[in-house]
């Protein structure tokens, strides 16, 4: 059964939706810059047996409202916690994706008593150096050139050229082409200039790091976070870029339904699935 609704908090409107049953524990998702909560759809389907799933979309993005100016993580892990307080979430494992680790971190900083588990996605503790220049030049092209070719870059970036040439990028395509452009400069602000490496020496619950394998230097990041953090997992998807949950689903799932049935990590064991 599955229900949407809006969370009005200071300066934004929130889309959210949950699907599974109640009374089932709970597993927040949180996207990507350009994506909305319609990425996470093949885990929803996978999941929602056995757990209570929450997906939203973040300020400027889907179907939440256009922020009045630029995030800080502040706004974006604040409107994690105000979600968990409209719907009663004493506790949940959060799966953050990209945007959703820093996300996901300041959660945990704040309220990390809301947190049973960890999951993050190909996403990093702080931003990079160049990042900030990195960030700027792609707002300059959204400006410039508009959503539409910021897509096509995107896609290109994130996925294979024989996964775009299948057609299953397109529904991606369509969702970052279809990103209002003051949504993504208003988050790209925040990742421009984010840190919270100091907070992975804190957690204290069990925690899983995926990537895909073919991310650029996104591996080699998530390895000296893996072992930053106490106990951590780490699990490297083949074929599959800066969106392994789509590129990848069945094994991004495997890795997670393990994950959530152990209930805990052992060792900081890193493994490649096949």
Same mark, same amino acid.
């Given at each position: 059964?599955?229900?949407?609704?809006?969370?009005?908090?200071?300066?934004?409107?929130?889309?959210?939706?949950?699907?599974?049953?109640?009374?089932?524990?709970?597993?927040?998702?949180?996207?990507?810059?350009?994506?909305?909560?319609?990425?996470?759809?093949?885990?929803?389907?996978?999941?929602?047996?056995?757990?209570?799933?929450?997906?939203?979309?973040?300020?400027?993005?889907?179907?939440?409202?256009?922020?009045?100016?630029?995030?800080?993580?502040?706004?974006?892990?604040?409107?994690?916690?105000?979600?968990?307080?409209?719907?009663?979430?004493?506790?949940?494992?959060?799966?953050?994706?990209?945007?959703?680790?820093?996300?996901?971190?300041?959660?945990?900083?704040?309220?990390?008593?809301?947190?049973?588990?960890?999951?993050?996605?190909?996403?990093?503790?702080?931003? !990079?150096? /160049?990042? +900030?220049?990195?960030?700027?030049?792609? &707002?300059?092209?959204?400006?410039?050139? =508009?959503?539409? *070719?910021? $897509?096509?870059?995107?896609?290109?970036?994130?996925?294979?050229?024989?996964?775009? !040439?299948? /057609?299953? +990028?397109?529904?991606?395509?369509?969702? &970052?082409?279809?990103?209002?452009?003051? =949504?993504?400069? *208003?988050? $790209?602000?925040?990742?421009?200039?984010?840190?919270?490496?100091?907070?992975?020496?804190?957690?204290?619950?069990?925690?899983?790091?995926?990537?895909?394998?073919?991310?650029?230097?996104?591996?080699?990041?998530?390895?000296?976070?893996?072992?930053?953090?106490?106990?951590?997992?780490?699990?490297?998807?083949?074929?599959?870029?800066?969106?392994?949950?789509?590129?990848?689903?069945?094994?991004?799932?495997?890795?997670?339904?393990?994950?959530?049935?152990?209930?805990?990590?052992?060792?900081?064991?890193?493994?490649?699935?096949?």
């Amino acid at each position: 059964m599955s229900e949407t609704g809006i969370l009005e908090v200071t300066g934004a409107s929130i889309h959210y939706r949950i699907d599974g049953s109640e009374g089932a524990p709970w597993i927040v998702f949180s996207n990507s810059i350009t994506t909305g909560l319609s990425v996470w759809d093949e885990q929803a389907a996978a999941l929602s047996n056995r757990y209570r799933i929450l997906r939203y979309d973040q300020r400027g993005h889907g179907q939440t409202s256009v922020p009045p100016g630029p995030c800080t993580f502040d706004h974006l892990g604040g409107d994690v916690q105000a979600l968990l307080d409209h719907l009663r979430i004493e506790t949940c494992t959060f799966v953050g994706l990209s945007m959703g680790v820093p996300t996901g971190l300041h959660l945990y900083a704040h309220h990390p008593e809301r947190v049973e588990r960890l999951v993050f996605c190909n996403g990093q503790a702080g931003t !990079a150096p /160049g990042g +900030a220049r990195g960030w700027e030049e792609r &707002i300059e092209q959204a400006r410039r050139d =508009g959503m539409e *070719a910021l $897509a096509e870059a995107t896609v290109r970036r994130w996925f294979s050229p024989d996964f775009i !040439a299948s /057609g299953s +990028a397109e529904n991606i395509r369509r969702m &970052i082409a279809a990103t209002p452009l003051e =949504g993504f400069v *208003a988050c $790209a602000r925040a990742l421009q200039d984010y840190a919270f490496a100091d907070v992975l020496q804190t957690i204290r619950v069990p925690t899983l790091l995926i990537v895909g394998k073919d991310d650029g230097k996104m591996p080699d990041t998530m390895r000296h976070m893996r072992a930053m953090i106490g106990g951590a997992a780490l699990v490297e998807i083949p074929s599959a870029g800066h969106i392994p949950n789509v590129a990848q689903p069945e094994l991004f799932n495997r890795a997670l339904r393990e994950f959530l049935d152990k209930g805990s990590t052992e060792g900081g064991e890193s493994s490649d699935l096949q």
